[in-house]
């Protein structure tokens, strides 16, 4: 039986016009050690054999707005086991042995993290949607804050939204 994998596909930048998919990590499933390929190596070109499978296809045409990311598994046939395992079956890319990432990659370092502990959960519905209204934008104020403070204003109506009807 084929070893299957978990690959991590995000679309991004390369420049101010272009977004480019890129293939960032494996892991071979059953397996806690996720591998990283080195940054000058995830494009397509560097993989022609993985991006030339149908799923991976499909997901490149899901892909189309930079920061995006997927996790998909697929099945290392023959011509992606020599591409992406060695004779024992250790993980490595063209014979080369990728760096272990130790615990969770964030896809999209630039997204925001909120936790549940900073989200105003105990405040009414009320004056949480109250608060979400923008400071008038002049032309001086970085958009980058308003927008961070607006994503996180959502999210915890989306959180205290689900509460209320008992689903979380």
């Not at 397509?44 to 899901?62: A, D, R, S, W, Y």
């Not at 086991?81 to 079956?89: H, I, T």
């Amino acid at each position: 039986m084929s070893p299957r994998a978990n690959f991590h596909f995000l679309a991004d930048a390369v420049d101010a016009k272009t977004t480019v998919v890129r293939v960032l990590t494996i892991q071979l499933e059953g397996e806690d050690t996720v591998f990283q390929f080195p940054r000058e190596q995830q494009l397509k070109e560097h993989h022609p054999t993985l991006f030339g499978t149908t799923i991976v296809k499909n997901v490149i045409k899901g892909l189309k707005i930079r920061g995006k990311f997927r996790n998909i598994r697929i099945t290392l046939a023959d011509e992606l086991q020599q591409e992406y395992l060695d004779k024992e079956g250790n993980v490595c890319f063209h014979d080369q042995y990728l760096d272990e990432v130790q615990g969770y990659v964030n896809p999209n370092p630039t997204a925001p993290q909120i936790s549940r502990t900073n989200l105003d959960t105990n405040k009414p519905i009320h004056s949480v949607v109250k608060n979400l209204i923008l400071e008038k934008f002049n032309g001086k104020t970085k958009m980058r804050k308003p927008f961070e403070y607006f994503s996180k204003r959502m999210r915890a109506v989306k959180h205290r939204k689900l509460s209320l009807f008992g689903s979380s």
